[in-house]
């Protein structure tokens, strides 16, 4: 949360690209440009709570070329924003593997990974992995050795 120039979820998703080769689709809302810290966390805990669905930008991505997808996001009140939760309406993870992960300051997984397996009971869901935000700038070991063990 907060104005940053790049996200700790992003740098993750760098990672993860620059390690497995993977491409990447990133969700973007404009819905909390420029709010302070406070306003930002109290609403993010009425959408939780109302179970709102912001919009994000775009098309949802055309999962069927993958067998794996990588579904990362920082915590927000013990889960995903909300915005991830309109996400997981539009897009079909029947049969794949998916591997949730977080950035936090924290909450570990918190319930990322429980959430994930409820919006897609078909689907593998393992290898979930969380890193606190203050280390992602110098945690490309941490993400490495996450990744060598799956």
């Not at 990362?72 to 591997?99: A, C, E, H, R, S």
């Not at 009971?121 to 992602?136: D, L, M, N, Q, R």
């Amino acid at each position: 949360m907060g104005n940053i120039e790049v996200g700790n979820t992003k740098i993750v998703a760098d990672y993860i690209t620059e390690i497995k080769g993977a491409d990447q689709f990133e969700i973007v809302t404009h819905k909390y440009d420029g709010m302070a810290y406070t306003p930002l966390i109290n609403l993010a805990k009425e959408e939780a709570n109302k179970g709102e669905l912001p919009p994000y930008e775009g098309t949802a991505p055309d999962l069927s070329q993958y067998d794996t997808v990588f579904i990362g996001g920082p915590v927000w009140w013990g889960t995903y924003p909300q915005v991830m939760f309109t996400l997981f309406k539009d897009i079909n993870l029947d049969g794949k593997t998916v591997i949730p992960f977080t950035t936090h300051e924290g909450s570990g997984l918190a319930s990322c990974a429980n959430d994930v397996k409820k919006a897609f009971p078909k689907a593998k869901v393992t290898g979930e992995f969380s890193i606190y935000g203050h280390e992602v700038r110098t945690g490309k070991a941490k993400v490495e050795k996450w990744l060598k063990g799956l």
